[in-house]
């Protein structure tokens, strides 16, 4: 059963910092290119963040880059988000995904993060 968990959304002060977490199970996650979309109300959903199989290729929203990191742990089946300097704009539901160029796509739930003071 393949599965995507988000964790780590909560409430945050502005200025503050989350760590979101994704953890995968059920399809080979090492070969999977991963990235967390975000989806604010009443607006589309944005890719944020992506990483390739390997660790060195990340790429970033404009609105994250330089607050925002992504990084990936294959031995444990797991993507991260570390966000820093949260700011209102960054409200929303967060959604892990899981990319590859022939094999299914995959969605995780979504975890909410809320800043606001």
């Known amino acids: 059963q393949v599965q995507l968990v988000e964790s780590g959304g909560g409430l945050v002060q502005p200025g503050g910092s989350l760590r979101l977490s994704c953890a995968a199970s059920?399809?080979?996650?090492?070969?999977?290119?991963m990235r967390w979309y975000r989806q604010a109300p009443g607006k589309e959903r944005e890719l944020v963040a992506a990483?390739?199989?390997?660790?060195?290729?990340?790429n970033y929203a404009d609105s994250v880059k330089g607050r925002f990191t992504i990084s990936r742990d294959n031995a444990k089946n797991t993507v991260y988000l570390q966000m820093n300097i949260l700011g209102p704009e960054d409200t929303a539901v967060y959604y892990c995904?899981?990319?590859?160029?022939?094999?299914?796509?995959?969605w995780g739930q979504g975890t909410q993060v809320t800043v606001s003071s």
């Open positions: 059920g399809f080979p996650f090492s070969v999977y290119n």
């Open positions: 990483i390739g199989v390997t660790t060195s290729g990340t």
């Open positions: 995904n899981a990319e590859h160029p022939i094999r299914p796509r995959y």
